[in-house]
């Protein structure tokens, strides 16, 4: 669906608009695991003003292909996010359930500003509106892997987007 070479130039870019934005000031990435590690680590490479990061894994797909519409917190962050400038990394929005669900259990903590960025939006399958400020790509709704995002924690490795197909 998005080769390799078209997945790394728009991190790039996007890595480039996020230091534009926060010039002058460090920003605190929130990557959402497992999912979202691949593009927040090639996101932080991209990012040329001072970056933390930090780590939740918060679920409502286990192995399926549909989200439960129940958010597991299965890891909470290991640092307070009090003041800093947050960005949350996540692989892809769907549903817009898990945000939805995230933000302002985020947002209570206190965060100097805290806004979203994902790879890859799925605009068709949203049931919860979520702010999203930065995006990779919209994609139709067809159940995509790679470049993190799985199906039962296989196919995260490819380079690329491609489509998960029905046995």
Known sequence: MISEEDVNKRIAEMGAQI???Y????IHL???LKGS???ACELAKRIT???TIDFMSVSSYGNSRESSGIVKIAKDLDEPILDKEVLVVEDIIDSGKTLNHLKP????RN???LHLCTLLSKPDRREVEVPVRYIGFEVPD????GYGLDYAQKYRNLPYIGVAEEE
């Not at 010039?23 to 460090?26: P, V, Y």
């Not at 259990?105 to 209570?108: F, T």
């Not at 067809?142 to 892997?145: I, K, R």
Request: no cysteine.
């Open 19 to 21: 230091s534009e934005d």
């Open 23 to 26: 010039a002058g000031k460090e």
């Open 30 to 32: 929130i990557a959402i």
């Open 37 to 39: 590690v691949f593009f």
């Open 49 to 51: 003003i001072p970056v």
């Open 105 to 108: 259990m985020l947002e209570s």
């Open 111 to 113: 965060p100097a500003s």
């Open 142 to 145: 067809e159940f995509v892997v």
